[in-house]
C-alpha cells in the first residue's frame, strides 16, 4: 500500500510524537496541524489505556472551558496545561519569537497579526512546542526584530515554563536552555544538515542522537485520514478540505 | 410582553460618539457587524477600539473606513483567510496607533476595572519587546512576604474603563437579561464599561432567572443600556451556537480588502 | 456509561491529610455535610478551614469536633438561627486562630492563585481593625501613572492555594463535569485548589458540552480529581434549585450546640 | 381600621422612605426587614412609573447575580448599587461598625461571626443605612471594641461611599460627614430627645428638621401585608412566620 504521505501529515506525527506524556495539551488560534496532532496524540494514548485532554480553542466540541476566554490563559498559569505550541514571524537562535512584524518597531515594515497570549503562555506552560512551516533564513533569524514573547529570562522571572522544540517543514529542534541554544534533532529524509545550515539565520549545534524524522505508520495513517481528519474539518474546514478533501 | 424598551439599530450608532473606546469583542463572541456597518456610514471618527484579546474583520472595516484612530489589541486577523488587510496597511503607513498587548493582559486590564482596583499584576510578558513599548504598565518587585517569591518583578497593568461596548447575542428574555453562554468575556467586557448595547436575533417571552440553569447563562439586564433586534447581526462571522461563519463571505472581502480601492468596492456592495 | 471512576465517600475523606488548607463553600454554593460527618468520623485534626466567605453549620460542627486549628473567614454563623455557637465558644476561649477577612478579600485571594499571581489588590479596607491584625496583607501607594489616584494607599493580597476543596452538586454529567448553574464562587474554589473533590445526587448520562447553554452550567472535569454519588449529601443544608435546608434540623442543632455537652449529644445522634 | 402596625412594620416603613431616588438597592445576609423594606420601596415606584432593581442575595428569585458570590462586592465597586443596609454588634459616634465581637481583640469576650462584606461595600455604596434594633448603651457606644469598617477615611483613601443613616428602633439618625458625626432626624412617636441621649453611648447633634417617625400609611400597609409579605417569605421564612404568620 502506498501511503503517499503529504508534508502536512508527516508534521501532524511529528507532533504528536512530543504529546505521549501529556495529560493535558491545549491548541490556539490558527493552528490546524497542532489541533489534528493533539487529536491523534488522545486517540492514540487510549490504545494505552491513557487518557489525554486535549483543549482547542476554535471549536466549541473541543473547548473544555466555561469561564470565558481568560481560562485559558488562567488554566496554563495555574500549571494545568502540559504542552502549547506557538508560531512566530520570526524565531531566532534564543527561541525569542516575533509575531508582530518584521522592520524597526513601531515603523514596522510588514505588520503581522500580532502576538496573541505568547507573552503568557511561553513563560507558564512547560513544554512550548514552536512550530514554523516556513525553515529559511528569513523566519528563522539572528534576532528578531519583536520580541513578542521571550525565549529566556532572567533568574529572578517567575517562569515554570518554555520553549522545548522548534519543528518545521525540514527539521526538528530541541532547545538547550542551559545554553540559550538549539539543537538539531531529527531532520527530513530529503534534507542535509549542511543544507539545514545554509538555511537557517541562526547557529545551533547538533544532537549527537540526530535521526531521520520517521515516518508515520499505516496505522496513525489510517487513524489520523479516518478518525481524526473529520473532527478537524469541524474547526478547520478549509485546512481539512485542502489536505484530505473532506 | 417585554419589560424594556427595544431600541433601534440607529439609537444604538447613535450613541457611539467621536474619539470613544469602544469594546470588540472577539470573533466567537458574538461580532455585531450590521451595528458596526451602521456605525460606518454614519462616518464616526477616532474611535479607539479595545479588543478583548482579538479582532477579525469589524476592526479592519472600521480602520480601514477610517474610523479609527487607535487600537489595543493582542491580535488582528482575518484567522483561516490571512492577515487583515487593511490594518497592516495601516499599521505599516502609521495612520493608526496600535497598543501592542497579549490576550492575558486585555482580560486583567477589565478585571481590574470590574474590580475597581487601580491595577492588576500579571506574570510573565516581562522582557517582552511588548512591555517595553506599554509605558501605561510598570513593573514592581513583589513587596509580599507571604505569596510569590520575594523581590521578583511583577507587572502591573492599569485599570482600563470602556466608554461602550456593543456586541451580538442569540437572545434576550423578556425582562432584558442577554444569553451569553459561556462567552463569560462578554461579561467582563459589560463590567468594565460605561455604557453596554447589545443587538440580539430575538427576544424570548420568558424570564432566565426563573430557572438556575438558565440564569447561568445570561449577563443580567442590570448591566445592559439597551436592545435592539437585529436578524443576522454578527452575519458574515459565526453566532457561537446558532450559526456558523460565512467563509465564501469572508475570503471575499479577505481579497477584496487586500487593496484600498478593492476595499472601498467591496464596502460600497455591503453598505 | 461513565468515562471516570467513581470514588467512595471514604476515599475522598481518606484524601483529607492533618493540617491540610480545606476550602469551605458557604451555605449557598452546595455544603457537603456527608462528607463533613464522615471527616469528623475519621478524627482528621488541626484544618485550617478556608471560608468562601462564610461556613454555617460545617464550619461550626469540625471545630466542635476539634478538628480545626485555624480558619480564615469574613463570617461564621447560623444565618436565620443565631450565632455559630462551636466557633464562638472557641475563639472567645482561645482553641482555634481565626484569621478575620471580608467577603471580597476571599474571593480576591483565590482569585490571584486562579491568575498565578502573587497579590491582588483590593480597594476598601484600609482603617478597619481588619486590616490591622492581618500581618500578611500589605499596602502600597499606588504606583500607576495612568489608572488609580497616584499615590493613593491600595491593599495588597496574598495569593492562597488551597490543599482540597470538597463541595456536594446536583449532578455530574458521564464525563465528569459538574453542574454548578450560577454558583460560579465554586469555581474560582476549584482553579485555586491543588485538589477538588465532589459529591453529587447522581450521575447524569450526558455530556454538557454538546450543548452550549448547558456547557454554560459546569466546572469542567479538567479541575476535578474525583466524584462520589451521596444522595441528600447536603442536608441539613440547602442545594440550591435543588432543595431548601431543613430548618428544624438546624434549629435542633443551634439549641443543642450552645453547650459543649448538648453539641456532644447531637454529633452522637448525627454521627 | 385599625392597622395595629408593628414594630418591624414602622422600621420597614421607614427605610422604604430612604430608597425613593434609588435605581439599585442591594440585600445582603441575614436582613429580613431591609429586604422587605427594598421590596416595598420597588413596589411603590411602579406607581410613579419609576424601576428600582432590588437584589436581595440570599434569594434566588431575587438574585439578580450570574458572575458568582464577588458579583455584588464587584458591582458595588464598579459604583452600580445605590444603597446597602449594614448592621453591627456595636456602632459608634463616628460611624464605626463592629461586627466581630465585644472585648479587646484578638482576646474577644463575645464573639459575632464576622464582619462579612462590610469593609468594602462600606466604601464604594454611596448610601449606606446602618441598621440595628436594638438601642441601647451597650451597642450605640462611645468607640467600637473592633473596627470592621470605619466610618470615615483619611483624604487619600479612595471612598465614594460610606454611611448616610442610622435607623435603631427608636430613632433615625443622619450622618454628617465633615462634622464625622450623626444628627438626630426622626424619632419613634414613643420617644424623647431627652430619653434618647440617654439611650445613646455615643455624642450627636440634634437636627433642625427634627420630626416623628411616620407611621406607614393604609395603603402602604396594604402592600406591605398583601404583597411583600409571601415574597419575603420565600428567603426568610422564620421572619414572615413570625411578623405576619405565613
Not at chain 1, 518545521?168 to 542551559?178: D, I, V, W
Not at chain 2, 444569553?179 to 432566565?208: M, P, W
Request: aromatic share 8%; proline share 5%; with cysteine.
Amino acid at each position: 500500500m502506498n501511503l503517499n504521505i503529504q508534508r502536512e501529515e508527516l508534521l501532524i506525527s511529528q507532533l504528536a510524537d512530543l504529546l505521549k506524556n501529556d495529560k493535558h495539551v491545549a491548541v490556539g488560534a490558527a493552528s490546524p496541524i497542532p489541533g489534528a496532532a493533539a487529536l491523534l496524540a488522545k486517540e492514540e494514548a487510549k490504545f494505552l489505556n491513557k487518557r489525554l485532554r486535549v483543549t482547542i480553542l476554535h471549536s466549541n466540541k473541543y473547548n473544555n472551558f466555561t469561564d470565558g476566554a481568560r481560562e485559558l490563559f488562567d488554566c496554563a498559569a495555574q500549571g494545568r496545561i502540559d504542552t502549547f505550541f506557538l508560531g512566530g514571524v520570526q524565531i531566532d537562535g534564543q527561541a525569542n519569537i516575533n509575531l508582530v512584524g518584521t522592520g524597526k518597531y513601531p515603523k514596522i515594515k510588514k505588520r503581522f497579526p500580532g502576538s496573541f497570549g505568547s507573552a503568557l503562555m511561553y513563560f507558564v506552560v512547560p513544554q512550548i512546542v514552536l512550530f514554523r512551516e516556513e525553515h529559511s533564513p528569513r523566519t528563522l533569524v539572528k534576532k528578531v526584530d519583536f520580541i513578542s514573547a521571550p525565549g529566556v529570562s532572567e533568574k529572578d522571572v517567575y517562569r515554570p515554563g518554555g520553549p522545548k522544540y522548534l519543528l518545521t517543514n525540514r527539521a526538528l529542534f530541541r532547545f538547550n536552555k542551559n545554553l540559550q541554544k538549539f539543537s538539531l534533532y531529527k531532520i527530513n529524509e530529503k534534507e542535509t544538515v549542511k543544507n539545514l545550515i545554509k538555511l537557517t539565520g541562526f547557529d545551533f549545534d547538533v544532537d549527537n542522537k540526530i535521526s531521520q524524522m520517521p515516518n508515520p505508520d499505516t496505522n496513525r495513517i489510517n487513524i489520523l485520514r479516518n478518525k481524526i481528519a473529520p473532527m478537524v474539518s469541524e474547526f478547520y474546514p478549509e485546512f481539512a478540505n485542502r489536505i484530505w478533501g473532506i | 410582553m417585554k419589560s424594556f424598551d427595544e431600541l433601534s439599530l440607529k439609537e444604538i450608532v447613535d450613541e457611539v460618539q467621536d474619539g470613544f473606546i469602544l469594546g470588540i469583542p472577539a470573533d466567537y463572541s458574538g461580532v455585531p457587524m450590521k451595528f458596526t456597518k451602521e456605525l460606518i456610514k454614519k462616518g464616526v471618527k477616532n474611535l479607539k477600539l479595545y479588543c478583548l484579546p482579538l479582532t477579525t474583520i469589524q476592526g479592519d472595516m472600521l480602520i480601514g473606513s477610517g474610523c479609527v484612530s487607535e487600537i489595543e489589541a493582542a491580535a488582528v486577523t482575518l484567522g483561516e483567510f490571512g492577515m487583515a488587510p487593511r490594518f497592516s496597511e495601516a499599521v505599516e503607513n502609521g495612520k493608526i496607533l496600535i497598543k501592542d498587548s497579549t490576550c492575558p493582559a486585555l482580560h486583567a486590564q477589565l478585571q481590574a476595572t470590574e474590580k475597581s482596583v487601580p491595577f492588576m499584576p500579571l506574570r510573565g510578558v516581562i522582557g517582552s519587546d511588548i512591555q517595553k513599548h506599554r509605558k501605561d504598565w510598570h513593573v514592581i518587585q513583589n513587596p509580599m512576604r507571604s505569596s510569590g517569591v520575594r523581590e521578583e518583578p511583577v507587572l502591573l497593568l492599569p485599570a482600563v474603563q470602556l466608554d461602550i461596548l456593543v456586541f451580538h447575542a442569540p437572545c434576550s428574555d423578556r425582562n432584558g437579561n442577554i444569553q451569553i453562554g459561556r462567552r463569560r468575556e462578554l461579561a467582563t467586557l459589560a463590567h468594565a464599561s460605561k455604557k453596554v448595547f447589545v443587538t440580539v436575533e430575538k427576544v424570548l417571552d420568558i424570564d432566565f432567572f426563573e430557572d438556575e440553569l438558565s440564569a447561568a447563562t445570561c449577563l443580567p439586564a442590570l448591566y445592559v443600556n439597551g436592545i435592539s433586534i437585529v436578524k443576522n447581526g454578527a452575519w458574515p462571522c459565526a453566532l457561537p451556537g446558532v450559526y456558523s461563519s460565512d467563509n465564501e463571505e469572508i475570503k471575499k472581502y479577505s481579497l477584496a480588502a487586500k487593496t484600498k480601492e478593492g476595499f472601498g468596492e467591496y464596502m460600497k456592495y455591503c453598505l
